[in-house]
Each structure stands twice: as structure tokens, then as C-alpha cells.
């Protein structure tokens, strides 16, 4: 179909009102006759609308809308002559076909050059463009008339479909007289209707005030029948009443006559019970005065039991604390690992006999060869400490030992542990344990809640606080706030030793919560895998318990602490990996002057290097004196690990050899302590 035709010259024309046509306008459309601009060419007069309707235009005024195809009824349709004569008349513009837009952007823009007349071929070559363009032009326009018949054949069909629509005008236009004129008829019905209807309600209105009033009559009638009924039942119940308030009367007289005679003699019998009653009374007032006596006489034993329990825990403090001192206040156990996994029992072990509790003997299984003389060297070296453990010795033995100290700790006296050795020796076990066999640090959490609930009995309160650090490349961090921000740094002085400020302090107020603050502590701890351990320890974990003890009958304060420490692995640089090489160096230094400062406490010397590392400065109130040192050493059984073990024996035998003094910390106060 052609384009240039209108779209509108094809569409159906609008929907048309029968109520607004004058039936003479319909007449002239069933006619063919010409309407609008072709009526008023012709000379004819338009027919008027209905005067009872308001007039509706009869269509929507479009180009070329159906008014405009009553107008060209009577003429023939010569479109496609139109638009042949129209083709011909305009000749179409000769335009080169536009370049797409990748090639405009891919070729270069040429100016155009004006061909010379002399130049009869390259004149030649675009006439020969201009007509191919020609004949393309011709080609579209024979196409587009082709279409012509097509468009004649769709406006014959519109012709068509307007003759049918005009006949249903017709049609409804019969219906709407008949329709009319039945609607008259029911108008007429209606007005009958309601004459009756309102004749019919003044009548029922009657009736109904008639109703009324009779309704009115019956119901006193009524409310007079069911007061006559009341009263009538309301007396024969009154008779029925009396005759069984008579019977009930009789009844209860007769019963009233006997409980008297068995009041009568009740009461006889209860004066000879009030008789024997004040006989007890003064018996049992003889008593309680015995009895007063006695409890006087308890609370003095009691006080004086109490006096005698304090004298003797007093004693019981003396002597332990002695005895402490005469073992030392700086003493050191010595551990051998035993091989678990069945990897390690396959590996070559070093050869180590225990003499007796207190010493070991450690060899290398295979004979060393001399390098000067190359005869076989006897490498056997004998140490001897407070307490040496074999391998098949177990954790409780081991706390055994630690369990005294932790009651010094609640005597008043600073308490320290760690545990040193290399790399994979048991340290951590040894202070950490497991899920199926605690070791020193859970037992010891334990055995404090145990001691606090026993010397309760004692009028003792214990206040229980705890804080979690690590020291790990010369860098304190909090393991209770591990992505702090804050600066911590170490702190001394002689009244209250040593302080980290900005270190989260918790109160602890059972075992149970300890345990669970010290497991979030220990999985923020840095760990990493050597050669020697999967899992091994590469900072100084510290764990400090504070304990406050106040006795509200003798006033008396005490101030402990313990303080459990798993030190790193001390190790060689060779055997810890490149990655770790910074870590090994960061540990073996704080190690390294751990040793001078025990070296220096031996010599007895004037200056202890305390602050050349933060490990000694923190540990400084524990190894200077005012407390009591555990020192647990930890060497591997294999015979590649000798000569780390044969260094952390030395060491251990340096530090068996220092001798310190510690002091209790006791107050007496007249106020309690806040909670």
C-alpha cells in the first residue's frame, strides 16, 4: 500500500447516535445523495436535526473521514490515475545512496573535484551512475504502482461495509419508535399504580393504629395475670419456708441439747489437760532457761573457736610460706615430652635416665666421633632441679607440685609459671592441656574457686579479676580485645609492681567463666607452623589472675596474684623457615635477655637489664623478687633436638641456682572493700 495515502482515509467511520440524526439526513444517506461540502455544490438543503434532542455532530471531523466518502459516492474512484499523473508531474530528487555510518567513519572524506569537459570519460562514468540510480528510482515507483488495483479493491470493500452499517441504522432506528411507544404505555400503568399504592397505605395506616391499641390492652392484661401468678407462688413458697424453717428448729435444738453435754464434759476434760499444760510450762521454762545458758556458752566456744581457727590459719600461713622458702622462691621443674603421633615413634630418641625425682642424665643415642682425635666423646650431660618428670608422667602430677603455690597466691603473695623450652618440647600442652586432660593454667582456675568456696566458711570474700596478653614481635596486644588501637605500654613502680595501661582487666566470679574467657583468649593468639610443630606458639602469652582477700571479723586484706606464662619456642634460626625468620629472631632476643637478667640475678649484680625487652619488663616483679617462681623447662626426646635441650637445661640450671625473697601483701582496713 502507498504511503502517501492517509491512514485516516482508510479507517471505519465513528459510532453514530440515532437520537441525534433527523430521519430525513438518514433518508439521504441511504440515497447516495450527496451531504455537506457536495450537497451545497449541488444546490440542495441540508436537513435539519431533531428540536427535542440536542444536536451531536454526526462524526468526528478527520481528513478524509467518512462525510468525505458521501461526498465522492457519486464520482468514480481514479486514484491510481492520480498518482501516476502525480509521478509524473514530480520527478524525483537524484540522490547517491547514503554511505553507512562504519563507512563514512572508515573512509576518508574526499572534496569533490569538478570533472573538466575534456574529460569525456570520467563525464562518461557518472552518467552512467546517474542512470543506474534512474533506473532504480523507476523500478521503486513501478512497484508502488502495482499496489494501485489493491488500494481500489480495500476503499470498494469500505463502500461495502458502509451501505451494511447504514442498514443497521435503519434497524435500530424501528426499534426505537417501538420502544417509545411501549414505554408510554408503562408510564400510564404506573401512575395507576401508584394512586392504588397510596390508597392502599392510608388504609393499612388505619389498621395499624388499631393494632396498636389493642396491643396495648392485651399486654396489661397480661402484666395483671403474671402479678396475680407471683403473688400466689410467692405465698406458697413463704408456707413451704416456714414449715421447713419449723422442722430445721426442732432439729437443731435437739442437737443443741447434746452438744452441751458433750461441751459440758469436754470442758471438764480440758481443765485437766490446762492443769498438766501449766506443770510442762514451768518445765519447759526451766529449760529454755538451761538452754539460753548453753547457747550462751556456745557462742563464747564459737568465738573462740573462730579466734583459734584464725590463730592457727595464721600459723598454717607461717609455716607454708616457710616451707616455701626453704624449697625457694624461685624453683624449676624439668619435663621430657613423650613421642605421641606413631611418626615420632619411628624417629631416632636421645638416650635419658632419671637418677632419682630431682635429676636426669641425657646422652645421643649414637657415639660422637672427636674431630681432633677421632675417638668416640661421651656427650653425656647430668642436671639436677627441684623436680624432673618422665615422660609417662601425667598433668595432675605435674600440678601437684603447682598446687601450693596457688594457695601462697591466696595468702597474699605474687605467684609466676611459665614453662620454657623449644619449639614443639610440650609447653603448651603443659599449661594449656586439652579437652580430655586439663593442664596447669585450667587447674589451677579450678583449685582457686575450690580454695575461695572452703575459706568462705572463714568469713574470707575473694575478689577475682583477670587480663590476657601476648607479646608478640616486641608488640603487646590484648587477647581479650584483639583489632584494639589503644597503646599499651609497661609500667613500674615499687607499690604496685608491674601495669600495662589501656589493658582490659575482666571480673571473673566463677571457674566456668574464666575457662571461657581464657578459650577466646587462646584462639586470638598468633600461631604458626615450623619445622618442629604444626601449631607452634611464636609470641609470649601471659595470663594474670589478681585475688583480693577481705576477712570481715579480723579486718585483715590480702592482695595475690599469679601470673601463668607460655613463653615461644625458643629455637635455632636455621630449623624455623625464611617466613618465619623475623618472628624467630623477635623471640630468641626476648629470650636471649631473659637469660642475662637470670645471669645477672646469679651474679648478684647491680644492674638487671629488666628493660631490654618487654618479656623481662613485665616479669620483672616476678623474677626481682617479690614472688614466687616456678620455672618449668620442657626439652624434646629426639635426638635432633639435643643440643636445644642441652641449652634449655643450662639455662634452667642457671635460673635453680637464684635466690630472691618474697614479701606478703597484707593490709588491715576498717572499711570492706567495694565489691
Known sequence: MDSRIPKSFLKPP???????????????????KPFGPAASATGLKQPALASKVQPRPMLRRRSKSASDLLALQSKPITIGKMMLSKVASTKPAQKRPALQKNDDENKPKVAKVKIPSWDYKSRFLELQKKYTVELEDNKTLKSKVANVPQLEEEVEGLRTENQRNLQKIEVIQENEEKLQDRLKSVSKENVSLIE??????KEYQGLADSYKSLQKEHNILIEAEKESKQKAEDLFNENLALKTKLSQQETACRLHSEAYNKLEEESKEYLRKISSTENMLQESTSNNIRLENRC?????????????????????????????????NIRVFCRVRPPVTSEETERQLCAIFFPNETSLEIRKARESVSVISGKPVDLKQEFSFDKVFPPEANQAEVFEELAQLVQSALDGYHVCVFAYGQTGSGKTYTMQGSSNDFGMIPRTVDLIFKKIEKLSTSDWTYTVSASFLEIYNENIRDLLVPNSTHNYEVHYNEGRGVTVTNLEIVPISSAEELKVVMEEAQKN??????????????????????LEGYNAETKAKYSGSINLVDLAGSESARTSGPERLNETKNINKSLSTLGNVMLALHNKDQHIPYRNSKLTFLLQSCLGGNSKTLMLVNISPFEECFLESIHSLRFASKVKEIKTVAKKNKTYCTMPPPK
Open 14 to 32: 465513528t459510532r453514530i447516535v440515532k437520537a441525534d440524526i433527523n430521519p430525513k439526513f438518514l433518508a439521504t444517506i441511504s440515497e447516495n
Open 196 to 201: 392504588a399504592v397510596v390508597k392502599h397505605r
Open 296 to 328: 550462751q556458752q556456745l557462742e563464747n566456744l564459737t568465738s573462740k573457736l573462730k579466734q583459734d581457727l584464725e590463730e592457727h590459719d595464721t600459723l598454717r600461713r607461717s609455716l607454708h610460706n616457710t616451707i616455701q622458702d626453704m624449697k625457694g
Open 525 to 546: 593468639r598468633a600461631v604458626a607452623a615450623t619445622n618442629f610443630n604444626e601449631h607452634s606458639s611464636r609470641s609470649h602469652a601471659i595470663t594474670k589472675i589478681h
